[in-house]
């Protein structure tokens, strides 16, 4: 069973790397990299790596203005020039994990599953990283295991006045991102951002053992520029939650204060925990420790 995936990118060559190596080594046949800066793109001689560069003639006059917007294009493109059997779409600080070669894991579903699910999980360290190969070296992650009231009242408790702009403690979104079969099924006009939930018959299943590893963190000023980007206007996301845009107004307003050293101590409270903390958090099932990116498959 072959599978693809398909990135909508605007970040360093070392992280597109890092995601480029990471889903060659989990199978993945094709990766369709898509620049959504034309400034900023980094070439790779690679015969896995399809790169598209969208620029105005791409667009051909036609660009939409939302972020999520493209990506969904994109993903729409992706999967209409697969060969393969699947298609994942996701963002370039999402690594699937998987205990299982995810082929395995996919010619194993019935006929009829069309999309499969899969959970974020979300990365935090015991130190602040300083490299983008930092970022995806840590083995541990915060998962929803416990229900939502259980890990609001747990992160609460840690996070203090930054809890409200979590959701139940993650920064980032908790609804996953999505496998999608690419041929013999009906017409399918547009991929999701998310997954196909509610979207029938695309509605998705989970599969055990299938995780997303989300880096939402970053090196301090890639997050800085993700954030801010995103309430200055110079990246428009519609769809950004409020949780989102409340934190990208923290960061604006801590960074206009005091430059990037107003950054650093709102960073390592949302994304460092302290062994204690770390302990506690395992315990209570609300983080699990799984293996370096350089295991699994």
């Given at each position: 069973?072959?599978?693809?995936?398909?990135v909508?990118a605007?970040?360093t060559?070392e992280a597109?790397?890092?995601?480029i190596?990471?889903?060659k080594a989990?199978?993945?046949s094709r990766i369709?990299?898509y620049?959504?800066?034309?400034?900023?793109?980094h070439?790779?001689?690679d015969?896995?790596?399809e790169?598209?560069v969208c620029?105005?003639a791409?667009?051909?006059g036609a660009?939409?203005?939302?972020?999520?917007?493209?990506?969904k294009?994109?993903?729409?493109?992706?999967?209409a020039?697969?060969?393969?059997?699947?298609?994942?779409?996701?963002d370039?600080?999402?690594?699937?994990?998987?205990?299982?070669?995810?082929?395995?894991?996919?010619?194993?579903?019935?006929?009829q599953v069309l999309?499969?699910?899969?959970?974020?999980?979300e990365?935090?360290y015991?130190r602040?990283?300083?490299?983008?190969?930092?970022?995806?070296?840590?083995?541990w992650f915060?998962t929803?295991?416990r229900?939502a009231?259980?890990r609001?009242?747990f992160?609460?408790?840690?996070?203090?006045d930054?809890?409200?702009l979590?959701?139940?403690?993650?920064w980032?979104h908790?609804?996953?991102?999505?496998?999608t079969?690419?041929?013999?099924t009906?017409e399918l006009?547009?991929?999701p951002?998310?997954?196909h939930?509610?979207?029938s018959?695309f509605?998705?299943?989970?599969?055990p053992?299938l995780?997303?590893?989300?880096?939402?963190?970053?090196?301090?000023?890639?997050?800085?520029r993700?954030?801010?980007?995103?309430i200055?206007?110079?990246?428009?996301t519609?769809?950004?939650g409020?949780?989102?845009?409340?934190?990208?107004?923290?960061l604006?307003?801590?960074?206009a204060?005091d430059?990037?050293?107003g950054?650093?101590?709102?960073?390592?409270?949302?994304?460092?925990?302290?062994?204690?903390?770390?302990q506690?958090a395992a315990?209570q099932?609300?983080i699990?420790?799984?293996?370096?990116?350089?295991a699994g498959h």
């Open positions: 069973m072959t599978w693809d995936v398909v909508t605007k970040d060559r597109i790397s890092l995601f190596r990471r889903y989990m199978g993945a369709f990299l620049y959504d800066d034309p400034a900023d793109v070439l790779f001689d015969d896995a790596v790169i598209t620029n105005p791409y667009w051909a660009r939409p203005e939302g972020l999520e917007l493209r990506q294009w994109n993903a729409t493109q992706a999967r020039r697969s060969a393969a059997d699947w298609i994942f779409s996701c370039i600080d999402e690594h699937l994990w998987s205990e299982t070669p995810v082929s395995a894991l996919l010619a194993a579903l019935p006929d999309s499969v699910s899969v959970p974020p999980i990365a935090v015991d602040p990283p300083e490299s983008e190969t930092d970022i995806v070296a840590t083995p915060k929803q295991d229900d009231d259980a609001a009242a992160w609460g408790g840690k996070l203090g930054l809890a409200g979590s959701v139940a403690g993650y980032g908790t609804h996953g991102k999505s496998f079969r690419v041929h013999g009906p006009t547009e991929m951002l998310h997954n939930a509610g979207r018959p509605a998705p299943v989970r599969v053992g995780w997303l590893r989300h880096y939402d963190c970053r090196v301090l000023d890639s997050w800085h993700k954030h801010v980007g995103r200055d206007g110079s990246v428009k519609p769809r950004m409020r949780e989102r845009r409340q934190i990208a107004r923290l604006r307003n801590a960074y204060a430059g990037a050293a950054l650093r101590p709102i960073y390592e409270r949302m994304f460092c925990l302290d062994p204690a903390t770390l506690e315990e099932g609300m699990r420790r799984f293996p370096p990116e350089d």
